[in-house]
Every structure is written in C-alpha cells, then in structure tokens.
C-alpha cells in the first residue's frame, strides 16, 4: 500500500523560509515523477511544481508564483522528497501536499502559515 | 503556459440529478485530464484518470469523455455523498499541470 506523509508545516515570519517534507512507502520515489501541490485557506488547488523520476532526468519544473525561490528535491537513500521555500510571502500560506504526477496517491497536507 | 477553465464555478442540484461540469484547456492535452473530488479537510480523491478511465473503487455514476481541449465530467445521478468540490487537472509532460478553479457542488 502507497503511503505518502508530509510533515515540516509550521508558523514562519515573512521572509523567511521552510522546509517540509514528504515520506513514501510502497513508493520509490526515484522512480516515480512527483508533484507538490497547495491549497490556500478556503480556495482552489495550485499546482507547484515536480519532479521528474530518476530514470527521466531528475528535472524540475515549478510554477511561475515560486519559480526561483522554491526548490523541490529527494532523498533516494531515504525515500523522502522535499520542498525548501525560500523568500516566504503571506501568499504562501497554505496546505501543501505531496503526490504523485498521476493524481492517485496524495499525502494529507501540512500547513504552513507565513505571518508576522 | 496550459490554461485550464472550468465550469460552473457552482452548481446545486437534486438527489437523482445528472450533473455536468466541463473544463476547457488553452491547449491540445491529448487526454492527460484527471478529474478530482475533494471533500473539506482531506486531500483530493482521484475519480476519473486519463479523462475518460474511472479509478478503482469510484462508483459508475461518475465518468468522464473528452480530449483534446474540451472534456466533460458527469454524476449519472447525483448522491448526498457526491457533496464537494470537483477540480480538473491536466498533467500533459508541459508544466504547469495547472488545475481548474474548481465546482462546489451543493444539494437543493
């Protein structure tokens, strides 16, 4: 059974930045292109950006919002990918989860709240 | 970049209604359109992949047809469970795999 948990979600000033997280089990993830995704309070789905399977480069790509100050990547030892977000603005507040590009398997979120 | 608009941005209807909710890409996406149902506080739920396969376990009241640009997503007879909210997604190789803006969908 796949299991995606995401974790690293919390309260950060404007300005500055957060790391999250997100665990697979029953997933490699090297193997798989995986898509990090956020809602912010009490509005639709943004996609965020992606990361392409090991075997297809290892590519990212993000979305014109975080281009340049987000950063997605993984652990293959550990089976872990992560997004380092840099430069955080109020905008930002959000859930975001983890999932994999083909929409099946999704994490269930961790929030982060930018705010002074 | 691929646009995605979908619509209505709201819909309420009957027990035992058909519903339909289209979503339009700016661009030809072949088929690579999913359909999502996302409940308050929970993550989405896929329901129809490939724009037209419904996922395992997805009841067939719900489908999907479509490709191209213009797709379409149906509940054959609306359930009280069936309240949510609905988004498109295309995940074409192209980013962004942008997401409609999403369909509440609320019971008369």
């Known amino acids: 059974e796949v299991q995606l948990v995401e974790s690293g979600g919390g309260l950060v000033t404007p300005g500055g930045s957060r790391k999250v997280s997100c665990a697979a089990s029953g997933l490699t993830l090297s193997k798989a292109w995986m898509s990090w995704v956020r809602q912010a309070p009490g509005k639709g789905l943004e996609w965020v950006g992606r990361i392409k399977s090991k075997v297809d480069g290892g590519t990212t790509d993000y979305a014109a919002p975080v281009k340049g100050r987000f950063t997605i990547s993984r652990d293959d030892s550990k089976n872990i990918l992560y997004l380092q977000m840099n430069s955080l603005k109020m905008e930002d507040t959000a859930v975001y989860y983890c999932?994999?590009?083909?929409?099946?398997?999704w994490g269930q979120g961790t929030l982060v709240t930018v705010s002074s | 970049d691929i646009q995605m608009t979908q619509s209505p941005s709201s819909l309420s209807a009957s027990v035992g209604d058909r519903v339909t909710i289209t979503c339009q890409a700016s661009?030809?996406?072949?088929?690579?359109l999913n359909w999502y149902q996302q409940k308050p506080g929970k993550a989405p739920k896929l329901l129809i992949y490939?724009?037209?396969n419904l996922e395992t376990g997805v009841p067939s009241r719900f489908s999907g047809s479509g490709s191209g640009t213009d797709f379409t997503f149906t509940i054959s007879s609306l359930q009280p469970e069936d309240i949510a909210t609905y988004y498109c997604?295309?995940?074409?190789?192209?980013?962004?795999?942008?997401f409609g803006q999403g369909t509440k969908l609320e019971i008369k």
């Open positions: 490939d724009a037209s």
């Open positions: 999932a994999t590009r083909g929409g099946d398997y």
């Open positions: 997604q295309q995940y074409d190789t192209l980013p962004p795999n942008s």
């Open positions: 661009q030809d996406i072949s088929n690579y």
